[in-house]
């Protein structure tokens, strides 16, 4: 049984874009991702195949003028970030990850934290998790992850055991695993929570000069609460919506929720005296090392007129930066900008730039015309109306004045299919386990070991394996967990979703036809 693309073609690595040199950048010729990822983009119609259950807000980021003590010209010469004081209108997006439109907010699952901000020089989107890392370091790699997440294509029940099948082949997925199957797996609340750019991007200043940029969302009233299994169960008994729910209640009785939003930043190379790699998404930079510093605050305080319009219809690419904003080499942040964008033009349409919860709050002229549900031509005030293409001496848009020197970085590397030199798979997890207070790695013993239990001996045994290699008792405890529990199932999926079907088929009243 052979791998091939759907033109027949026999895959040879499923695992590694092509990139120059092991750090990247990726190359537009990547024939199989962009093919693999973009038959993924149009999986699902017309809900998000990622994100799909969500929530959303307005609001303003006002910036400090600084980063940390310093004065953030040094770093970027973005203008939203300049002047203290200076507010920025907002929209947020928070959302679950795998499941559908409707299902519960407790489940266990990633939480997207999406921040679009409407600057006077255009958009920027800051699309983030709760969680700081990611599962894949290899955006190649997506389309696969999702599937194993999402429920069996035959069955259609959602079978744990194909989420560990997929993690235990993914040795770089232990960092996230240990974070999702921990109390961080379920937040109490979107208002409760931490937000992260997870990939690295760049700064830029003036002069052209870029620095690797992390981004941190982080609640001001510093109350961050994550829910055991056992409570998410009791809410969910009794609210799907909890999350959603609470975020709308609390702007509407005044109490709008605010984030500061700081900054991580490392000079732009190689950082070799690391044992990682800092554009590696399934890693932290230790906060000791590299300081949380400060650069504005957001808040919230008007909610949607209406959910679809604006929360459905709310569309995010990371590729949506403005000038002093720029990407690093990150493999997964590049494959993510091609991604996203492609999946709106699918989703809402080839003018979805054009609704209002999507367009900038300044003019746009552009060239671009036509195409489904075309509302209005954005012409620039005077333009030949003739003329939709560029150059040209007929009163057509001109390009702009650069605002500062371009960022040049330089290659010089093979181009290759390869993982990165310091993957570390599981050092940083282990590191996480270890800081872990006892409630939480309880938590987490027990939540692996009821997911484990429907798994097949030879995903457990990897599983362990991984495990054992980011801390020693960490592999065992959870070992020790299933060898003690011993479950034999005939079911599908997990434990709890075993006793549902049982208590199912042993509940409800017999009646009469009609």
Known sequence: MT?????????????????????????LENYHFLEKISHFDREKIPERVVHARGAGAHGYFEAYGKVGNEPVAKYTRAKLFQEAGKRTPVFVRFSTVVHGGHSPETLRDPRGFAVKFYTEEGNWDLVGNNLKIFFIRDPLKFPDMVHAFRPDPVTHIQNIERMFD?????????????????????PASYREMQGSGVNTYKWVNQEGTGVLIKYHWEPINNKIRNLTQKEAEEIQAKNYSHATQDLYEAIERGDHPEWELSVQILSDDEHPELDFDPLDPTKLWDHEQFPFLPVGKMVLNKNPEDYFAEVEQAAFGTGVLVDGLDFSDDK???????????TQRHRVGTNYLQLPVNAPKKHAATNQRDGQMTYFVDRAPGQNPHVNYEPSSLGGLQEAVPQGADHEPSYSDKLVRQ???RPNDFGQAGDTYRKFEDWEKDELIANLVGALLVSSPVVRDKMIHNLTQADADYGRRVAEGLKKADAESKHIGTVPAQEGAEIAEKSGHQTDGY
């Open 419 to 421: 993982k990165i030199s």
């Open 3 to 27: 791998l091939t693309d759907r033109q027949g073609h026999p895959i040879t690595d499923n695992q590694n874009i092509r990139t120059v040199g092991d750090r990247g950048p990726s190359t």
């Open 166 to 186: 997929f993690l235990s082949n993914s040795p770089e997925s232990t960092h996230m695993a240990t974070f999702l199957f921990s109390p961080w797996g379920i």
């Open 332 to 342: 997964l942040l590049q494959g993510r900008t091609f991604s996203y964008s492609d």
